[in-house]
């Protein structure tokens, strides 16, 4: 084991600041590393830049399993990572990431934070040096650096000693990080269970106490930890902890409140086995499906009004489709989560043909017969060919006028066809598919 030294500040003295780990030492397998993200590292190093592998994709190394993403971290900007990398994009606001595209498969890499927290939105100073983006980041399983290239692992924050031991800390203080991203309450209970890592009793009390934060996250943020956690194939453990740890009201209260029926809630949780038995075996499951497994115990199908004739004041309006009253009933349920309109259709047909209800159901939509508020089909309309009665000189030069060309009256459409206009047949045309249509 090497030891990193550095200072505090410019001019204090060295002090060890880092342990890193040897491959013999760590044991990481590089045969589970992909080749394209060690392309990334060797381009960047070889461009003079810091870069390693960082985050869940370490976590997931050191115990012996196959990462599904790799996270890179580095100390070259966006703009710079852009230009070393043709296939990629950079994206977000204030903190910029680079997306980094091999067809299908994105690998994220993003230059170190700095923790000056009060830097100017498309400022560099909110990117800082490989020390404080340790800092930044909240639970020391995922504030390791690994560099396939010298096969060393850099430990800022005791996450090897953690991973070993099976526990999980916090790198801010309790009474700090649940505040600053409440998203950190649920990716504690997350990493403690796919982890198999244990929470100290007082991490387990601060959990409880910032509960209700979690209901200020954006929606969006919710809605990916929430796919993440059913993806994950341990939804089924990460669940009757996010209930027991008083995450799962803020989270989704209308599912928290049907868990109090008995039956619901068995069914509820062997939904999510099941669930995590085909993750487990496929490794890839689309998210309607997730969808349907999150809803299922839940969900009635919906009473579909019959066609109303009017009520005698002139209202003819069409009732809502079956398709229509299903989707406000999955919104009600998964509610305040917002995935795609797309995966909760798909899981809607899936829902209501394990019911044994046709998805051709959904494709009618019922008609109020008579309806005077149904607008009237609309023709197509030819305007005067040039050269005809109505516009002997050709087209006008300027805007058109209302009336015929030039301000002129317009022509009279109930008499006979204009010169140059072929008469055309009702019956079937030359090809029999169709009354012929004009000359061109």
Request: net charge positive.
């Amino acid at each position: 084991m090497l030891i990193r030294y550095g200072r505090q500040s410019p001019r204090g003295p060295l002090k060890p600041v880092a342990k890193i780990y040897s491959r013999q030492e760590h044991g990481i397998n590089p045969d589970l590393i992909d080749r394209d993200g060690v392309k990334i590292i060797r381009r960047l190093q070889s461009a003079g830049h810091e870069a390693y592998i960082v985050g869940g994709a370490v976590r997931d190394l050191l115990l012996g399993r196959t990462p599904k993403d790799f996270d890179i971290a580095t100390d070259a900007l966006p703009k710079t990572i852009r230009q070393l990398f043709r296939n990629s994009r950079i994206i977000g606001r204030r903190f910029r990431l680079v997306h980094i595209f091999f067809g299908e498969k994105i690998i994220e890499v993003s230059t170190f934070r700095s923790q000056n927290g009060a830097a100017e939105e498309d400022s560099d100073a909110i990117y800082g040096k490989l020390e404080e983006d340790v800092r930044r980041r909240d639970f020391s399983i995922n504030a390791l650096y690994y560099c396939p290239l010298e096969e060393q692992l850099i430990d800022y924050a005791g996450g090897f000693r953690d991973i070993k031991k099976r526990r999980l800390h916090s790198i801010i203080d309790l009474n700090k990080t649940f505040v600053e991203d409440p998203v950190r309450l649920l990716r504690a209970v997350k990493y403690g269970v796919i982890s198999d890592c244990s929470l100290s009793l007082p991490m387990v009390w601060a959990i409880k106490r910032f509960a209700p934060e979690l209901a200020r996250c954006p929606h969006s943020r919710l809605t990916e930890e929430v796919f993440k956690i059913l993806q994950g194939g341990r939804s089924q453990d990460i669940f009757l902890r996010l209930e027991k740890y008083r995450l799962l009201e803020p989270l989704l209260p209308v599912i928290y409140r049907g868990l109090k029926d008995g039956k619901l809630r068995d069914k509820f949780y062997a939904g999510l086995k099941t669930l995590d038995e085909k993750v487990r075996q496929t490794g890839d499951f689309p998210r309607s499906a997730m969808l349907a497994a999150l809803t299922d115990p839940f969900f009635t199908v919906p009473q579909e009004p019959p066609p109303s004739a009017g009520d005698g004041k002139g209202d003819f309006s069409s009732p809502p489709s079956l398709l229509t009253l299903c989707f406000k009933e999955i919104k009600g349920i998964i509610t305040p989560i917002t995935p795609p309109n797309r995966d909760v259709e798909l899981a809607i047909r899936e829902l209501l043909q394990a019911r044994g209800i046709s998805r051709n159901v959904l494709s009618r939509r019922p008609r109020t017969p008579g309806d005077p508020n149904r607008p009237p089909r609309r023709r197509r309309s030819r305007g005067p060919i040039p050269g005809s009665p109505g516009n002997p000189a050709g087209p006008s030069p300027g805007p058109r006028r209302p009336g015929g060309p030039q301000g002129g009256p317009a022509p009279d459409r109930a008499g006979p066809p204009p010169a140059g206009r072929r008469r055309t047949r009702s019956g079937p045309g030359r090809n029999g598919r169709g009354p012929d249509r004009p000359p061109a």
